[in-house]
Protein backbone atom coordinates (compact mmCIF):
# COMPACT_ATOMS: atom_id res chain seq x y z
CA UNK A 1 0.00 0.00 0.00
CA UNK A 2 1.22 3.34 -0.79
CA UNK A 3 -0.27 6.71 -0.04
CA UNK A 4 1.12 10.17 -0.52
CA UNK A 5 0.11 13.25 1.85
CA UNK A 6 -0.19 16.79 0.97
CA UNK A 7 -0.31 19.87 3.65
CA UNK A 8 -3.39 20.63 5.03
CA UNK A 9 -3.28 24.81 5.98
CA UNK A 10 -2.96 25.50 2.09
CA UNK A 11 -6.14 27.98 0.94
CA UNK A 12 -7.93 25.58 -2.03
CA UNK A 13 -9.38 26.71 -5.20
CA UNK A 14 -12.89 27.95 -5.71
CA UNK A 15 -15.14 25.96 -6.44
CA UNK A 16 -18.84 26.99 -8.43
CA UNK A 17 -20.02 30.03 -7.14
CA UNK A 18 -18.93 30.50 -3.32
CA UNK A 19 -14.90 30.94 -3.06
CA UNK A 20 -14.41 28.98 0.10
CA UNK A 21 -10.53 30.04 1.72
CA UNK A 22 -10.92 26.86 4.03
CA UNK A 23 -8.07 24.61 5.41
CA UNK A 24 -9.69 21.19 4.95
CA UNK A 25 -8.42 18.98 8.41
CA UNK A 26 -10.92 18.59 10.94
CA UNK A 27 -9.23 19.11 14.00
CA UNK A 28 -7.60 16.26 15.75
CA UNK A 29 -9.50 16.23 19.39
CA UNK A 30 -11.06 13.40 21.10
CA UNK A 31 -13.35 12.90 23.76
CA UNK A 32 -11.98 11.87 27.14
CA UNK A 33 -13.37 8.44 28.40
CA UNK A 34 -14.28 10.35 31.85
CA UNK A 35 -16.64 13.06 30.16
CA UNK A 36 -18.88 10.27 28.38
CA UNK A 37 -19.80 8.91 31.95
CA UNK A 38 -18.79 5.11 34.01
CA UNK A 39 -15.47 3.94 34.28
CA UNK A 40 -13.17 2.20 32.13
CA UNK A 41 -14.09 1.33 28.47
CA UNK A 42 -14.15 -2.52 27.70
CA UNK A 43 -10.94 -4.27 25.44
CA UNK A 44 -12.30 -3.66 21.99
CA UNK A 45 -11.85 -7.26 20.26
CA UNK A 46 -9.96 -7.97 17.14
CA UNK A 47 -11.80 -6.95 13.88
CA UNK A 48 -12.82 -10.31 12.28
CA UNK A 49 -12.39 -9.92 8.99
CA UNK A 50 -13.69 -12.88 6.01
CA UNK A 51 -11.75 -12.15 3.35
CA UNK A 52 -12.94 -12.33 -0.13
CA UNK A 53 -16.69 -12.97 0.46
CA UNK A 54 -19.68 -10.43 0.94
CA UNK A 55 -22.21 -10.66 3.04
CA UNK A 56 -25.30 -13.17 3.13
CA UNK A 57 -27.54 -10.43 2.41
CA UNK A 58 -25.58 -8.74 -0.24
CA UNK A 59 -27.50 -9.50 -4.18
CA UNK A 60 -26.51 -13.00 -5.27
CA UNK A 61 -24.86 -11.72 -8.93
CA UNK A 62 -22.61 -9.60 -6.23
CA UNK A 63 -19.34 -11.93 -6.85
CA UNK A 64 -19.57 -10.77 -10.40
CA UNK A 65 -18.26 -7.34 -9.02
CA UNK A 66 -15.87 -9.11 -6.85
CA UNK A 67 -14.39 -11.23 -10.14
CA UNK A 68 -14.64 -7.54 -11.81
CA UNK A 69 -12.01 -6.25 -9.03
CA UNK A 70 -9.66 -8.77 -9.74
CA UNK A 71 -8.97 -7.55 -13.10
CA UNK A 72 -8.69 -4.14 -12.42
CA UNK A 73 -5.10 -4.17 -11.43
CA UNK A 74 -5.12 -4.60 -7.85
CA UNK A 75 -5.04 -0.47 -7.37
CA UNK A 76 -7.28 1.92 -6.18
CA UNK A 77 -7.10 6.02 -5.87
CA UNK A 78 -9.05 8.23 -3.40
CA UNK A 79 -9.32 12.07 -3.30
CA UNK A 80 -10.06 13.38 0.08
CA UNK A 81 -9.52 15.64 3.09
CA UNK A 82 -8.70 12.65 5.79
CA UNK A 83 -5.67 12.10 7.36
CA UNK A 84 -3.26 8.77 6.58
CA UNK A 85 -3.91 7.80 10.53
CA UNK A 86 -7.88 7.52 10.07
CA UNK A 87 -7.19 5.59 7.23
CA UNK A 88 -4.55 3.22 7.89
CA UNK A 89 -6.90 0.56 9.59
CA UNK A 90 -9.80 0.88 6.72
CA UNK A 91 -6.63 0.12 4.35
CA UNK A 92 -5.27 -2.43 6.60
CA UNK A 93 -8.37 -4.68 6.64
CA UNK A 94 -10.02 -3.67 3.40
CA UNK A 95 -6.95 -5.29 1.72
CA UNK A 96 -7.39 -8.18 4.02
CA UNK A 97 -10.80 -8.82 2.76
CA UNK A 98 -9.69 -7.94 -0.85
CA UNK A 99 -6.12 -8.89 -0.25
CA UNK A 100 -5.51 -8.07 -4.62
CA UNK A 101 -5.43 -4.87 -3.63
CA UNK A 102 -1.88 -4.19 -3.50
CA UNK A 103 -1.97 -0.18 -3.62
CA UNK A 104 -4.39 2.28 -2.36
CA UNK A 105 -3.01 5.87 -3.06
CA UNK A 106 -5.07 8.67 -0.88
CA UNK A 107 -4.44 11.91 -1.22
CA UNK A 108 -4.61 14.50 1.86
CA UNK A 109 -6.14 17.57 0.07
CA UNK A 110 -7.92 20.75 1.29
CA UNK A 111 -11.94 20.31 1.39
CA UNK A 112 -12.41 22.14 -1.90
CA UNK A 113 -9.24 20.85 -3.66
CA UNK A 114 -10.50 17.61 -3.51
CA UNK A 115 -13.50 18.68 -5.90
CA UNK A 116 -11.28 21.12 -8.01
CA UNK A 117 -8.92 18.57 -8.55
CA UNK A 118 -11.79 15.74 -9.49
CA UNK A 119 -13.47 18.85 -12.05
CA UNK A 120 -10.42 19.76 -14.04
CA UNK A 121 -9.22 16.17 -14.66
CA UNK A 122 -12.52 15.30 -15.52
CA UNK A 123 -12.59 17.69 -17.79
CA UNK A 124 -9.87 16.01 -20.06
CA UNK A 125 -11.46 12.66 -19.47
CA UNK A 126 -8.08 11.04 -17.71
CA UNK A 127 -8.81 11.33 -14.25
CA UNK A 128 -7.32 8.83 -11.71
CA UNK A 129 -9.75 9.31 -8.87
CA UNK A 130 -11.90 6.16 -7.84
CA UNK A 131 -13.32 7.36 -5.13
CA UNK A 132 -14.23 11.00 -3.47
CA UNK A 133 -13.67 11.30 0.39
CA UNK A 134 -14.53 14.87 2.09
CA UNK A 135 -16.62 16.29 5.34
CA UNK A 136 -16.99 19.65 3.45
CA UNK A 137 -20.89 19.73 3.18
CA UNK A 138 -21.30 22.83 1.10
CA UNK A 139 -18.80 21.83 -1.58
CA UNK A 140 -20.05 18.85 -1.97
CA UNK A 141 -23.53 20.01 -3.00
CA UNK A 142 -21.56 22.58 -5.06
CA UNK A 143 -19.97 19.77 -6.69
CA UNK A 144 -22.93 17.15 -6.97
CA UNK A 145 -25.34 19.07 -9.00
CA UNK A 146 -28.36 17.44 -9.97
CA UNK A 147 -27.87 16.47 -13.57
CA UNK A 148 -23.83 16.73 -14.25
CA UNK A 149 -23.30 13.00 -13.46
CA UNK A 150 -19.90 13.76 -11.45
CA UNK A 151 -20.50 11.02 -9.41
CA UNK A 152 -21.11 6.93 -10.30
CA UNK A 153 -24.50 5.73 -9.57
CA UNK A 154 -24.74 3.05 -7.27
CA UNK A 155 -26.68 1.93 -4.44
CA UNK A 156 -24.51 0.31 -1.98
CA UNK A 157 -25.99 -3.28 -0.73
CA UNK A 158 -25.80 -1.82 3.04
CA UNK A 159 -27.98 0.88 2.65
CA UNK A 160 -30.64 -1.53 3.93
CA UNK A 161 -28.47 -1.56 7.04
CA UNK A 162 -28.17 1.69 7.61
CA UNK A 163 -30.14 4.77 8.97
CA UNK A 164 -31.93 6.61 5.89
CA UNK A 165 -29.58 9.46 7.38
CA UNK A 166 -26.46 7.44 5.75
CA UNK A 167 -27.65 8.83 2.15
CA UNK A 168 -26.18 12.15 2.24
CA UNK A 169 -27.04 13.18 -1.18
CA UNK A 170 -27.73 11.14 -4.66
CA UNK A 171 -24.88 8.91 -4.48
CA UNK A 172 -23.05 10.44 -1.48
CA UNK A 173 -22.79 7.86 1.48
CA UNK A 174 -21.77 8.87 5.04
CA UNK A 175 -18.58 7.42 6.05
CA UNK A 176 -18.58 8.52 9.47
CA UNK A 177 -20.47 10.78 11.62
CA UNK A 178 -18.08 13.21 13.82
CA UNK A 179 -19.14 15.54 16.64
CA UNK A 180 -18.10 18.27 17.22
CA UNK A 181 -17.13 19.35 20.67
CA UNK A 182 -15.70 22.23 22.91
CA UNK A 183 -11.77 21.55 23.71
CA UNK A 184 -9.98 23.45 26.53
CA UNK A 185 -6.37 23.20 28.32
CA UNK A 186 -7.09 21.95 31.67
CA UNK A 187 -4.16 23.81 33.49
CA UNK A 188 -5.64 27.07 31.96
CA UNK A 189 -9.15 26.32 32.63
CA UNK A 190 -9.82 24.23 35.77
CA UNK A 191 -13.65 24.36 35.32
CA UNK A 192 -14.68 21.93 32.89
CA UNK A 193 -17.32 23.71 30.44
CA UNK A 194 -20.28 21.29 29.10
CA UNK A 195 -21.65 23.05 26.42
CA UNK A 196 -22.09 26.41 24.39
CA UNK A 197 -23.62 28.21 27.54
CA UNK A 198 -21.81 26.32 30.18
CA UNK A 199 -18.48 27.93 28.30
CA UNK A 200 -19.89 31.40 28.08
CA UNK A 201 -20.83 31.37 31.68
CA UNK A 202 -16.93 30.52 32.41
CA UNK A 203 -15.79 32.90 30.69
CA UNK A 204 -18.57 35.80 32.04
CA UNK A 205 -16.79 35.03 35.14
CA UNK A 206 -13.24 36.46 34.19
CA UNK A 207 -13.41 37.77 30.10
CA UNK A 208 -9.95 39.55 30.40
CA UNK A 209 -8.37 36.25 30.83
CA UNK A 210 -10.31 34.75 27.71
CA UNK A 211 -9.57 37.83 25.40
CA UNK A 212 -8.03 36.78 22.25
CA UNK A 213 -7.71 33.37 24.12
CA UNK A 214 -10.78 31.59 22.45
CA UNK A 215 -10.54 29.89 19.09
CA UNK A 216 -13.30 28.68 16.62
CA UNK A 217 -13.19 27.56 12.82
CA UNK A 218 -13.11 30.68 10.01
CA UNK A 219 -16.52 30.67 8.74
CA UNK A 220 -15.33 31.76 5.09
CA UNK A 221 -14.10 28.17 4.93
CA UNK A 222 -16.43 25.70 3.54
CA UNK A 223 -15.81 23.04 7.22
CA UNK A 224 -16.65 25.86 9.73
CA UNK A 225 -19.52 27.65 8.27
CA UNK A 226 -21.02 24.14 7.69
CA UNK A 227 -20.91 23.56 11.44
CA UNK A 228 -21.23 27.02 13.30
CA UNK A 229 -24.64 27.57 10.68
CA UNK A 230 -25.69 24.24 11.57
CA UNK A 231 -25.55 24.89 15.50
CA UNK A 232 -27.32 28.06 15.15
CA UNK A 233 -29.59 26.99 12.63
CA UNK A 234 -30.88 24.18 14.83
CA UNK A 235 -30.35 26.12 18.42
CA UNK A 236 -31.07 30.15 17.14
CA UNK A 237 -31.42 30.67 20.89
CA UNK A 238 -27.36 30.02 21.18
CA UNK A 239 -26.84 33.42 19.45
CA UNK A 240 -26.66 34.33 23.11
CA UNK A 241 -23.88 32.68 24.01
CA UNK A 242 -21.98 33.08 20.60
CA UNK A 243 -21.97 36.85 21.54
CA UNK A 244 -20.67 36.28 24.70
CA UNK A 245 -17.85 34.43 23.76
CA UNK A 246 -17.08 35.36 19.70
CA UNK A 247 -15.84 38.75 20.71
CA UNK A 248 -13.22 37.37 22.64
CA UNK A 249 -12.14 34.64 20.01
CA UNK A 250 -10.43 34.29 17.10
CA UNK A 251 -11.04 32.29 13.92
CA UNK A 252 -8.32 29.77 12.56
CA UNK A 253 -8.07 27.66 9.35
CA UNK A 254 -6.05 24.61 10.72
CA UNK A 255 -7.19 22.22 12.58
CA UNK A 256 -3.54 21.44 13.72
CA UNK A 257 -2.74 25.24 14.68
CA UNK A 258 -5.87 25.30 16.70
CA UNK A 259 -4.81 21.83 18.29
CA UNK A 260 -0.74 23.25 18.79
CA UNK A 261 -1.78 26.46 20.21
CA UNK A 262 -4.73 25.19 22.90
CA UNK A 263 -1.80 22.60 23.91
CA UNK A 264 0.54 25.40 24.46
CA UNK A 265 -1.82 27.66 26.14
CA UNK A 266 -2.06 30.21 23.79
CA UNK A 267 -5.66 29.71 23.18
CA UNK A 268 -7.07 28.23 26.34
CA UNK A 269 -10.45 27.25 24.77
CA UNK A 270 -11.70 26.41 21.50
CA UNK A 271 -15.41 25.17 20.46
CA UNK A 272 -17.05 23.57 17.27
CA UNK A 273 -13.59 21.50 17.34
CA UNK A 274 -13.79 18.15 15.22
CA UNK A 275 -13.54 15.07 17.12
CA UNK A 276 -12.28 13.56 14.02
CA UNK A 277 -8.49 12.51 14.53
CA UNK A 278 -8.20 13.29 17.69
CA UNK A 279 -8.26 11.14 19.88
CA UNK A 280 -5.00 10.27 20.34
CA UNK A 281 -4.22 14.19 20.99
CA UNK A 282 -6.21 13.64 24.32
CA UNK A 283 -4.80 9.90 25.04
CA UNK A 284 -1.17 11.57 24.96
CA UNK A 285 -1.64 14.38 26.62
CA UNK A 286 -1.52 13.64 29.91
CA UNK A 287 -4.47 15.04 30.74
CA UNK A 288 -3.86 18.55 29.55
CA UNK A 289 -5.80 18.71 26.59
CA UNK A 290 -9.32 17.21 27.07
CA UNK A 291 -12.85 18.18 24.93
CA UNK A 292 -16.65 17.36 25.86
CA UNK A 293 -19.47 16.76 23.73
CA UNK A 294 -22.27 20.02 23.70
CA UNK A 295 -24.97 19.32 26.13
CA UNK A 296 -26.76 22.21 24.39
CA UNK A 297 -26.07 20.41 20.84
CA UNK A 298 -23.51 19.09 19.38
CA UNK A 299 -22.86 19.08 15.48
CA UNK A 300 -22.04 15.71 13.96
CA UNK A 301 -20.16 16.28 10.43
CA UNK A 302 -21.04 13.44 8.07
CA UNK A 303 -18.31 12.69 5.96
CA UNK A 304 -19.50 11.70 2.90
CA UNK A 305 -17.47 8.91 0.06
CA UNK A 306 -19.08 8.94 -3.59
CA UNK A 307 -17.61 7.20 -6.45
CA UNK A 308 -16.11 9.26 -8.97
CA UNK A 309 -17.77 9.26 -12.84
CA UNK A 310 -15.24 7.68 -14.61
CA UNK A 311 -13.56 5.51 -11.83
CA UNK A 312 -10.44 3.53 -13.60
CA UNK A 313 -10.99 1.14 -11.04
CA UNK A 314 -14.96 0.83 -10.78
CA UNK A 315 -15.35 -2.39 -9.16
CA UNK A 316 -12.97 -1.93 -6.60
CA UNK A 317 -14.11 1.30 -5.72
CA UNK A 318 -17.85 -0.41 -5.06
CA UNK A 319 -16.29 -2.82 -2.83
CA UNK A 320 -14.23 -0.15 -0.81
CA UNK A 321 -17.50 1.80 -0.72
CA UNK A 322 -19.36 -1.20 0.32
CA UNK A 323 -16.69 -1.77 2.91
CA UNK A 324 -16.33 1.22 4.69
CA UNK A 325 -20.38 1.03 5.16
CA UNK A 326 -20.07 -2.33 6.43
CA UNK A 327 -19.79 -3.43 9.49
CA UNK A 328 -16.24 -4.94 9.33
CA UNK A 329 -15.30 -1.52 8.13
CA UNK A 330 -17.42 0.77 10.40
CA UNK A 331 -15.39 -0.68 13.09
CA UNK A 332 -12.12 -0.06 11.04
CA UNK A 333 -13.69 3.43 10.95
CA UNK A 334 -13.86 3.47 14.32
CA UNK A 335 -10.34 2.68 15.01
CA UNK A 336 -8.74 4.55 12.84
CA UNK A 337 -10.47 7.63 15.34
CA UNK A 338 -13.60 8.40 13.23
CA UNK A 339 -16.81 8.14 14.04
CA UNK A 340 -19.05 4.85 13.63
CA UNK A 341 -22.80 5.04 13.33
CA UNK A 342 -23.85 1.38 12.70
CA UNK A 343 -25.22 0.15 15.67
CA UNK A 344 -23.74 -3.50 15.36
CA UNK A 345 -20.11 -1.36 15.95
CA UNK A 346 -20.40 -1.13 19.94
CA UNK A 347 -17.67 1.16 21.31
CA UNK A 348 -14.61 0.47 23.53
CA UNK A 349 -11.43 1.97 24.16
CA UNK A 350 -10.00 3.42 21.46
CA UNK A 351 -13.34 2.92 19.43
CA UNK A 352 -15.80 5.25 19.17
CA UNK A 353 -19.79 5.69 18.08
CA UNK A 354 -22.43 7.99 17.48
CA UNK A 355 -24.55 5.99 20.20
CA UNK A 356 -21.46 7.15 22.53
CA UNK A 357 -22.63 11.02 21.53
CA UNK A 358 -26.33 10.33 22.24
CA UNK A 359 -25.56 8.56 25.35
CA UNK A 360 -23.41 11.83 26.88
CA UNK A 361 -25.92 14.46 25.82
CA UNK A 362 -29.27 12.94 24.44
CA UNK A 363 -30.54 12.26 20.67
CA UNK A 364 -32.51 16.03 21.09
CA UNK A 365 -29.02 17.38 21.16
CA UNK A 366 -27.23 15.74 18.35
CA UNK A 367 -27.55 17.98 15.54
CA UNK A 368 -26.10 16.52 12.27
CA UNK A 369 -24.70 18.90 9.18
CA UNK A 370 -26.63 18.86 6.01
CA UNK A 371 -25.61 18.62 2.73
CA UNK A 372 -27.51 21.35 1.17
CA UNK A 373 -26.12 23.84 -0.55
CA UNK A 374 -27.26 26.91 1.36
CA UNK A 375 -28.34 29.92 -0.91
CA UNK A 376 -25.90 32.88 -1.64
CA UNK A 377 -27.42 35.65 0.36
CA UNK A 378 -28.23 33.22 3.54
CA UNK A 379 -24.65 32.12 3.42
CA UNK A 380 -23.26 35.89 3.70
CA UNK A 381 -25.60 37.10 5.88
CA UNK A 382 -24.56 34.48 8.22
CA UNK A 383 -21.36 34.92 7.82
CA UNK A 384 -21.35 38.96 8.53
CA UNK A 385 -23.08 38.24 11.42
CA UNK A 386 -20.50 36.00 12.60
CA UNK A 387 -17.41 37.89 11.98
CA UNK A 388 -19.70 40.96 13.17
CA UNK A 389 -19.17 39.53 16.28
CA UNK A 390 -15.35 38.25 16.19
CA UNK A 391 -12.42 40.03 17.85
CA UNK A 392 -10.56 41.33 15.35
Known amino acids: MTTTSAGHAGPPSPIGRRRFLVSVAALSLAVPLAACGGGPEPTAPPNVITEG ?16 SK ?5 LTIYSNTDQENWAPVFRDFQKKYPWVKKISANNLDSDEVFQRALSEQATGKSP ?14 YNVEGKNRLMPYASPELGKLPQS ?9 MSLDPMTIAYNTSLVPEAPTGLASL ?7 PKKFDNKITTRDVKGAFGFTVSHAYTQARPDGWASLEKLLPL ?5 SSGTQTEKILAGEYLVGFFISGAPAYPVVKNSGGLFKVTFLDDGTVVLPRGIGIAPQAPHANTAKLFTDFV ?9 AEGG ?12 GLHTYQEIVDKVGAQNVIQAKYELVPDGEMQQFISRWNGLLAR
Not at 249 to 253: D, L, Q
Open 53 to 68: KAPDYYPADYSKIIEA
Open 71 to 75: NEGGE
Open 129 to 142: ADILVSNAAQAWAE
Open 166 to 174: ATLMPNVYA
Open 200 to 206: AAIVSKD
Open 249 to 253: ARPET
Open 325 to 333: LSSEGQRAV
Open 338 to 349: LTSYRDDVKQAD
